[in-house]
Nanobody, 122 residues
Framework: QVQLVESGGGLVQAGGSLRLSCAAS????????MAWYRRAPGKQRELAAA???????TYADSVKGRFTISRDNAKNTVDLQMNSLKPEDTAVYYC????????????????WGQGTLVSVSS
């Protein structure tokens, strides 16, 4: 069984910074993609940023230039550095691990964290 545990959410003023961290635990052979999604109040969940095992990154247009995603493949961790935060960044942020294998020949899994709340005050 693979689990994701997030940390680092909280309340911050507009213009401030927060860093989210996510650690995958369990029997893990490899993880292809790790990502941060977010769900703002009254809105659908959306991708904020993603990173593949070889370091390719994807960002939502709304966070480009402000957020930076990074990962440590050896530790199975992914971080999201969020700078210049805006009130519209307020959301529950979810860590996601996609195409997770527990062995070389296992089927692929997708795993979600429980979410961490980021609140940005104006």
């Amino acid at each position: 069984q693979v689990q994701l545990v997030e940390s680092g959410g909280g309340l911050v003023q507009a213009g401030g910074s927060l860093r989210l961290s996510c650690a995958a635990s369990g029997s893990i052979f490899d993880i292809d993609s790790m990502a941060w999604y977010r769900r703002a109040p009254g809105k659908q969940r959306e991708l904020a940023a993603a990173i593949t095992s070889d370091g390719r990154t994807t960002y939502a247009d709304s966070v480009k230039g402000r957020f930076t995603i990074s990962r440590d493949n050896a530790k199975n961790t992914v971080d999201l550095q969020m700078n210049s935060l805006k009130p519209e960044d307020t959301a529950v942020y979810y860590c996601n691990a996609d195409r997770v294998r527990t062995t070389l020949y296992s089927r692929y899994l997708e795993v979600w964290g429980q979410g961490t709340l980021v609140s940005v005050s104006s």
